[in-house]
């Protein structure tokens, strides 16, 4: 009887376990990460994008599972001669994503290896178009050129560039030994420069010294003479309002105060003075006791 009931129920068992076969095989989980391309027969189906998606068992199935995370193409370096004939070894390194994959499996076989030929390329092409001089000054200009241009020469292969570098830029020995020839010139220059304008800077500083103490010296004259002007002032006015008696008072007290001078001098000295000069010190003598 219970083998009877088992052959019954063969049938249903099987039909069951068939169910779940198909259930699992129609569920597919897709990571954060990554994209999977779904084939019908050998052609597209659809692009699976992250989380549970249903596809039709035995007959759809997955051709290509893509990361779309960001890669980074190893360090390329490649040969370029600038527009002044000048050989350069450029390093490079290109960060691109994949973001429609569907383009990136059907219409290019090896992403990496054409991303970095068309970098070469266009590094060559746009270093042609520049002097050294300016490869070395504008190198955040050349690099957003070279992004554009690798932007849109891999559009059409669903890729986003992300970011491009430009690592190094070498130069042969010959090339180098010249531009350190060239800089030491340029330094030489520079120093000889600085020495001639501070020579320069010195000389006006002098004359500027010499100028002001000019001006100082002609200020202090100056003030002399407008002294000496004013007492002549106040003397002729005293004259002008006291007659001659207050000019002889003036000369009485030069008198005194020669006579005083002489009379303070160092170590015993005989002074001969005229009569005339005695006449004069005693008139000087009688009007100062007249004003006293």
Do not use: C
């Not at 002489?262 to 003075?273: D, E, F, H, P, R």
């Amino acid at each position: 009887m219970l083998i009877g009931l088992l052959e019954n129920n063969l049938a249903w068992l099987l039909l069951a376990l068939l169910v779940v076969i198909l259930i699992l095989k129609s569920v597919k989980i897709v990571p954060q990460s990554e994209q999977h391309v779904i084939e019908r027969f050998g052609r597209l189906r659809a692009v699976l994008g992250p989380g549970i998606n249903m596809i039709v068992p035995f007959i759809d199935s997955v051709a290509h599972k893509i990361s779309i995370l960001e890669r980074q193409l190893p360090t390329a370096s490649q040969d370029a001669i600038t527009r002044d004939n000048v050989l350069v070894q450029v390093d490079t390194s290109v960060f691109y994503r994949i973001t429609e994959p569907e383009k990136t499996v059907y219409r290019i076989r090896n992403v990496d290896s054409a991303i970095s030929t068309t970098v070469a390329g266009i590094v060559r092409a746009e270093i042609g178009k520049m002097d050294l001089d300016e490869v070395q000054a504008n190198r955040s200009q050349l690099i957003t050129t070279i992004k554009a241009s690798v932007e849109d020469a891999v559009d059409s292969w669903g890729i986003e560039v992300t970011r491009a570098e430009i690592l190094d830029v070498n130069l042969d020995a010959a090339t180098r030994a010249a531009m350190m020839q060239q800089l030491n010139a340029e330094r030489a220059r520079r120093a000889q420069v600085t020495e001639a304008e501070g020579k320069k800077r010195a000389v006006e500083l002098a004359a500027e010294a010499e100028l002001y103490a000019s001006e100082q010296t002609a200020k202090a004259r100056r003030i002399l003479a407008d002294a000496e002007a004013y007492a002549t002032q106040v003397v002729a006015t005293a004259i002008n309002e006291n007659g001659l008696d207050a000019a002889h008072y003036q000369i009485a007290l030069k008198q005194v105060d020669a006579l005083n001078a002489m009379g303070k001098g160092a170590g015993s000295q005989t002074i001969l003075v005229p009569a005339q000069a005695l006449e004069a010190f005693g008139d000087a003598f009688k009007l100062l006791r007249a004003k006293g």
